[in-house]
Structure formats: structure tokens, C-alpha cells
């Protein structure tokens, strides 16, 4: 069973629609009992930084979700993958959920407009349990990108800088890309999470 994370601030029902066309059980959940029975997590997410953080804390599920991180596959999606890291920088300083090093801050990308929309190509970095090679195309909508190890980064892409596209830590993943957005490539990715 895969847990989708309903905090109030993310896309739930594309990534359930991706997760149902490919077989996988799934549910939407608020329930911290959910989260602990389940196989796998995954934290979505649109909007701002600091208000998702805030909806998330208001949940009452940021203490499960870190301690299940320990135990079990998580992956954060778009905001959901910003939100792993220890601090967000859009519009303020914002605690993240520090599951991994680094932080978020606004991109800087030389004469290309700001939000970065459209198909990228993944640069594979280090290969990890989600992606074994570059070369692949997938969907981005955002603004903001992460700072963090380049140990921690499986894939960047280049959007006039090095965007942090699919990052990892132990059993917690994030793809700053919409896999249930990119075609083949994505559904891929979601079944390989789902393999963990």
C-alpha cells in the first residue's frame, strides 16, 4: 500500500491516477495510522514553501512522517521534494523537514524565464534506486531548486544552471519533476519506487 500524503497543499489526485492506471494499491490519507501501516509514502505538494510547511505541522503528521522516513520508502514530489530538506528561502526562511541536506532557494538560471515549465532532460549524477541512467525527459513546474551534496543528487538537468532534479538520503527520494506528469519515463520511476 502506498500512502499519498493529504496535508491540504498537494496534487493528490494525478498521482493517484498514475498510481491506479499502473495496478498499485494506493490510498488518500490524513490518518498517522495510515502512514504507519503502509508500504511506502509520498508526500506531494503545491503552492509556497512556508504554507505548506504550515499545513503540514498543522496535520500533526510531520513527526510520523519522520519517523516512518526511518522505516520505509518515501518520496516527495515537486513541493513535496523542496519540503525534505532542512530550509526553504521563498518569500522567508522556513524549517523544512531536514530528511535531507541542503536547502531551497530561488533559482537564478542566465536569460531563460522563471518558472521553469516544460520537458528537461535528466543528467544522471549518481545512480540510485529510482534512476540507473540519464538521457530520460520529464515534466517541471517550479521556481525554486535545491542547494544540496551532490552526493545526494541521482539526476540534475540543466535549465541554465545545475537544477537538482531527483535527490536521495536512506530511504527517502524527491523528484523536483513531475513523474505522474512524464509520460513513460515517470510511470517508470513510480514503479521502481514502488519495487523498494
Not at 505548506?52 to 520508502?73: F, N, Q, T
Not at 534506486?129 to 517541471?140: H, T, W
Not at 541521482?154 to 513531475?178: E, I, R, T
Request: proline content about 5%; some cysteine.
Amino acid at each position: 500500500m502506498i500512502a499519498i500524503i493529504d496535508y491540504g497543499a498537494g496534487n493528490l489526485f494525478s498521482v493517484k491516477n498514475a498510481l491506479d492506471f499502473l495496478g498499485f494499491e494506493n490510498t488518500i490519507t490524513a490518518s498517522a495510522d495510515d502512514l504507519r501501516t503502509a508500504d511506502r509514502l509520498i508526500l506531494p505538494g503545491v503552492g509556497a514553501f512556508p504554507d505548506a510547511m504550515r499545513m503540514l505541522k498543522e496535520s500533526g503528521l510531520v513527526d510520523v512522517i519522520k519517523e516512518e522516513a526511518e522505516k520505509k520508502p518515501l518520496l516527495g514530489i515537486c513541493l513535496g521534494m523542496q519540503m525534505l530538506f532542512e530550509k526553504g528561502y521563498e518569500f522567508e526562511e522556513c524549517d523544512g523537514l531536514g530528511l535531507i541536506q541542503g536547502s531551497v532557494r530561488l533559482m537564478t538560471p542566465e536569460a531563460l524565464p522563471i518558472p521553469h515549465i516544460g520537458w528537461n532532460e535528466l543528467e544522471l549524477n549518481e545512480p540510485c534506486g529510482l534512476l540507473d541512467n540519464g538521457g530520460e525527459y520529464v515534466y517541471f513546474v517550479h521556481s525554486y531548486a535545491a542547494e544540496c551534496p551532490s552526493e545526494n543528487v541521482s539526476a540534475y538537468c540543466d535549465y541554465g544552471m545545475k537544477v537538482p532534479a531527483l535527490v536521495f538520503s536512506g530511504n527517502v527520494y524527491g523528484a523536483q519533476f513531475h513523474p505522474e506528469k512524464s509520460g513513460d519515463t515517470g510511470l517508470n520511476i513510480l514503479k521502481r519506487f514502488n519495487s523498494l
